[in-house]
C-alpha cells in the first residue's frame, strides 16, 4: 500500500512522520529520565508556585474569557469593529449578501 | 425490478417514505421507531454503494424520471432533455457518501441525545426530510429541481433547529435560517429562470452546452454564486452561521453541516461544470479567494472571543469553509491542470474532513452540554476527569480542524498551501499562519472546558451514554485512518470527484449523447 501522498512540489507521508515522531517522544523520555528523582511527592514541591499566595481551590480557576487577554488587548480595535458588524440583526445579514451581490457585478463587468 | 437500475430513484425514495412512516412506526415505541429510522438509513446507504459502484465501473449515470427506460434522456422526436434526470458523476457520489455518513451518526446520537424530549417522532422524520434534500442537490442534473431539493432541505433545517421550542434563541437562530435560507433561494430561482428563458432548458449538461457568454448569463452566474455563498456560510455572509450552529441541537448541526457543503456542491457545480466550459472565470475566482480568505480570518478571530462553546466551534466552521474555498478558487484561477489539479484535490478532500472534524467538534459539545446543561465556557472546566472519552474526542476533533499531522486535515490542507503558494506565496502564508492561530484558539477551548481545576458546580456529571460515545469513536476512527491513508482517500474518492469536474465534456456528452 502507497502511504505517500503527493502534493504538487512535494508529498507527504504520515508514516514517515509517526516513525518521527515515536523517535522524539523516545528521546523526550531518555531526557526526563536523566531528571532529579529525589523530589518529594504529595509536598509543596509538586504544587504550581503562585507568586507565594494561597488561594482557595475555586479561585485557582481561570475562566474562558481570561485566556489569551493579552492578545485580544492588542487586536482591541478590530475586535470593537467586528462586534459593530456582528449585530445579529437580519437584515444587516440581508446587507452583506447585497453587497456581494454588488461587488460580483462589478468584478463580472456587468455594471 | 432491478435495484441497480432503480438505485437513483430508490436513495431518494426510501428515506422520503421512512421519514413520513416514522411518526407512525414512532406509535409502537421509542426504540421501534429508532431502529426503523437506523433501517431506513443502513438501507439508503447500501444504495449509495451501489451508485457508487455503478460509477467508479461504468462512469457517469444517468437516471430519467418518468422515461420508459430510466437511460433515455432525450425522446426521439425533442432534441433536448425534457424530464427531471439525475446526473451521477464522481462529485455526487462524494458528496452523497458526506451525507449519509453524517445523517447515520446524527440519528445514531440522538437516539440518546433527544431521548427525553417531546417531538422526537417529527425530529427523525425532519432529519430524514434534510437528508432527502441533500441527497436529491447532490444527485439531480436539474436546475429546477435543484431548487426544490434545496427548499425541502432548507425547510427541514429550520424546523431542526427549532427543534429546543424552550429556548428562545433556537427560536431566532431557526427564523433567520428560514429568511436567509428563503432569499438565497429566491435568487437562485430568478438566476434558473434567466437561463430558462434563454436556453428553454433546466437540464445542467444542456445549458453548460448552450451557454453562450451573454450578458444574461453572467447575472444568471452572479446571481448563482452569491445566493449559493451565502448558503455555504463564506464571509461576510456568514452571520446566520453561528446563530444556527450554535443554537440547534449539536446533533442537527452535524447535519446540517452536510447541508450547507450540499450548497458549496452547488456553488462548485456551478463554477465548473455549467459555467467552467463557457465563460472565462478569472474573475470570479479572485472573488472566491478573496471571500476565502475573509472566511479563513474572520472565522478564526471571531473563535477567539465567543464564551459560547457551540458558537466558538459555529465561528471555526466559517474558516474550514474558507479553507475549502481557497481550494476551489485556486483551482479556478490556475485551470485544472498541475497546481491547479492539486488545488481542486485539496478543496474536495477537506470537504470530507471538515465534515468529519467540525461534526466531531460539534458531537463533543453536545455531549458536554447534555452532560453539564451548560454552554458557556466560563462556567465549565476540569471535565477531562468526569468525561474521559468525551475529552480524547475532543481533542481528536481539534487536532484535526486546526490541521495538524498525521489527522486528516493536515493532508488535505498541505495540498491546499502547496496549491495556493503557487497562485501567491503570501496567500499561502497567510493560510497557516490562520491554521496555527486556529489552533492556539483550540487550545484555549480546550483548556478551558477539560482542564484546570473542576469547577465545584460539576462535580456530579457523568460520561454520556453509549450511543452518543460510539458515535464520537467511529467519526474519530474514520479521522484517524483519513489521517493515516490519505494517499488512498485521494486515489478511491477524491480523484473520481476531481476528474468529474475536470471533464465537462463527459458530463455534457452522457446526457446529450442519448442512450
Known sequence: MDFTLPTGSGFWNPIAWLIAFIVSLLIVYIIRSFGRRDYKKDTEQVKPFLSGNVEEPDKLMLKSENLYWGFKESMKGYYQMMKKLHTGDLRDYVLWFIIVIILLFVVVGVI | MNIATHSPALII??????????????????????????IILILTSIIGIILAQQDYSEGIIKYTFGAKIPSLTSPSTISIPVRIIFEIDGMSIFMAMISLLLAFFAVLYSTSFIKDENGSDRYYTLLLLLLVGMLGMELTGDMFNFFVFIEIASISASALIAFSVDRGESLEAAIKYLAISSIGALFLLFAIGLLYGQYDALNMAMIANSLSNTYIDKIALILLIGSLAMKSGIAPMHMWMPDAYGEAPSSVTFAIIAATQASLYGLIRVCFTIYGKAFDMQAIAGVLVALAFASIFIGATMTLIQSSLTRAIAYAAVAEMGYILLGIGTALFLGVEGHGAVA????????????????????????????????????????????????????????????????????????????????????????????????????????????????????????????????????????????????????????????????????????????
Open chain 2, 13 to 38: 425514495a426510501i428515506p422520503l417514505l421512512g421519514a413520513f412512516l416514522t411518526p407512525l412506526i414512532g406509535k409502537l415505541g421509542r426504540r421501534v421507531r429508532d431502529a426503523f429510522v437506523l
Open chain 2, 344 to 515: 481542486l484535490k485539496g478543496g474536495i478532500f477537506h470537504i470530507f474532513n471538515d465534515a468529519l472534524d467540525m461534526g466531531l467538534l460539534f458531537l463533543a459539545a453536545g455531549s458536554i452540554i447534555y452532560a453539564t446543561k451548560e454552554r458557556d465556557m466560563n462556567n465549565l472546566g476540569g471535565l477531562a476527569r468526569r468525561m474521559r472519552f468525551t475529552t480524547i474526542f475532543f481533542l481528536i476533533g481539534l487536532l484535526a480542524a486546526s490541521g495538524m499531522p498525521p489527522m486528516n486535515g493536515f493532508a488535505s490542507k498541505i495540498l491546499i498551501y502547496e496549491s495556493t503558494y503557487a497562485l501567491n506565496p503570501i496567500l499561502a502564508i497567510i493560510a497557516i499562519l490562520s491554521s496555527i492561530l486556529m489552533l492556539a484558539i483550540f487550545v484555549r477551548i480546550f483548556y478551558s472546558v477539560f482542564l484546570g481545576p473542576e469547577n465545584p458546580n460539576l462535580k456530579d456529571i457523568k460520561e454520556v451514554p453509549k450511543p452518543m460515545l460510539i458515535s464520537m469513536a467511529c467519526i474519530s476512527l474514520i479521522i484517524v485512518l483519513f489521517g493515516i491513508f490519505p494517499s488512498l482517500v485521494v486515489n478511491s474518492i477524491v480523484n473520481p470527484a476531481v476528474h468529474a469536474l475536470s471533464n465537462v465534456d463527459a458530463y455534457i456528452g452522457s446526457i446529450l449523447g442519448g442512450v
